[in-house]
């Protein structure tokens, strides 16, 4: 099994952006767990972020034939962008919304998720190992 973890706006900036909601890990420090995850489970993981709305929306769209789930944690894209649901409902691949933080508890904009309903799952507010949990739901 194939999964490709995206990340959006500012995730390059863990452990430096507000790290009383997101935490003192670096990205490098996420992908490293990500990675070490995927391994224990015996699954192939590609990452890729980006600040873009666009080159989001063309990483899913390329995506499509060549994995087999997708991580998602588009950042502030979560509550602004129509695009990248657009993009998942075309490619139909299983996703999982993810968000270091609980975005139910905090400003009212940020309970908005035009991402979600193409979701098979969200997982919030469970910090980085959010990811891994994922990982298992997409694994089944």
């Known amino acids: 099994m194939k999964i ?16 009383d909601i997101y935490g003192r ?6 992908l490293e767990k990500i990675k070490r995850h995927a391994d224990e ?20 769209q390329e995506s499509y034939g060549k994995t087999d789930g997708i ?9 602004t962008s129509v695009a990248i649901p657009d993009a998942l409902k075309a490619v139909g691949i299983p996703t999982v ?4 933080s609980d975005v139910d508890t905090r400003e009212e904009f940020r309970q908005i998720s035009y991402v979600r309903p ?4 969200c997982v919030k507010g469970q910090g980085t190992d959010g990811y891994c949990e994922a990982i298992d739901i997409l694994l089944g």
């Open 4 to 19: 490709l973890v995206i990340n959006g706006p500012n995730l390059n900036m863990l452990g430096i952006r507000e790290p």
């Open 25 to 30: 890990e670096t990205y490098s420090d996420l």
């Open 41 to 60: 489970k015996g699954v192939e993981v590609e990452f890729f972020q980006s600040n873009h709305e666009g080159s989001i929306v063309d990483k899913i």
């Open 71 to 79: 991580v998602l944690n588009p950042g502030a894209y979560t509550h």
């Open 97 to 100: 919304e993810v968000h270091i």
């Open 118 to 121: 193409c979701c098979v799952a």
